[in-house]
């Protein structure tokens, strides 16, 4: 039996499907994930380290930089497409195979894009922000216009700062949030770890949720991660995993 024979296996015996997403998902959409060679760390901006830039301090203090960057990577996403990763895990919600949901890494709403429903945004959404002063809430069409005219968007009822509905460095993730993935990985008979690292906490540290009550993890990633040893299999390709996947679906 081959390695995708034994994951065909696993999936069909599954009653309960968790799937955590990160960054290498959504680079076959050709979105820049965060920590390759030539990913957004990599590349500075002016003098700055993008690490930097996305703390919540520095953000209050200078969001004209932090939106001068965010220009050109998070206020393109209406170019951006749902790559054969979304489509195939839409089809597995679909067909009642994904009971515990995806939780997501991502920003860029391309599982909900696809048409998947049981997604929860470990660290926020592009797509809406919020007044800082007021808390009104701004789409990202309202922020996407601003930012692409060279400017901050400012909240229309008070003039208060809009930042995205995102999570900064130095701030927590929502805590309803991180309960329900701790329970659906506590739960879950199948873990599937696709295109993380596991590097960033709390979000790295659910599959060993999986696997200190002894269930099934697989993971596709093309780098190692520190719950290996653990996975009852492990894929470097995602593409090359996903275009096996979606024949077994029989989806294009």
């Not at 991180?178 to 990985?185: G, I, T, Y």
Request: hydrophobic share 40%.
């Amino acid at each position: 039996m081959s390695d995708f024979q034994h994951f065909i296996k696993l999936y069909e015996n599954s009653r309960r499907i968790v799937v955590l997403t990160g960054a290498g998902v959504s680079t076959l959409s050709g979105i820049p994930d965060f920590r390759s060679s030539d990913g957004l760390y990599s590349k500075e901006f002016g003098k700055m380290r993008v690490e930097e830039i996305l703390d919540i301090d520095f953000f209050r203090a200078h969001p004209d930089i932090f939106y001068d960057w965010a220009r050109e990577y998070w206020f393109q996403m209406d170019k951006y497409e749902p790559n054969i990763i979304h489509r195939a895990l839409a089809e597995m919600e679909k067909r009642g195979k994904l009971s515990e949901g995806i939780f997501t890494q991502n920003i860029d709403s391309l599982h909900q894009k696809a048409g998947s429903r049981k997604v929860y945004e470990l660290h926020g959404s592009i797509r809406s922000g919020y007044c800082l002063n007021c808390h009104s809430y701004f789409d990202y069409r309202y922020m996407a216009e601003a930012v692409d005219s060279r400017s901050v968007p400012y909240c229309k009822n008070c003039a208060g700062l809009v930042k995205p509905d995102i999570v900064f460095y130095g701030e927590p993730l929502d805590t309803s949030t991180l309960m329900r993935a701790e329970n659906a990985f506590r739960n879950a008979d199948l873990a599937i770890v696709l295109g993380s690292s596991l590097v960033v906490n709390p979000a790295a540290s659910l599959p060993y949720i999986s696997a200190r009550e002894g269930k099934d993890i697989v993971i596709v990633n093309r780098d190692k991660t520190y719950i290996d040893d653990y996975a009852a299999l492990r894929f470097e390709d995602l593409e090359a995993f996903f275009s096996d996947f979606a024949s077994y679906l029989e989806i294009s």
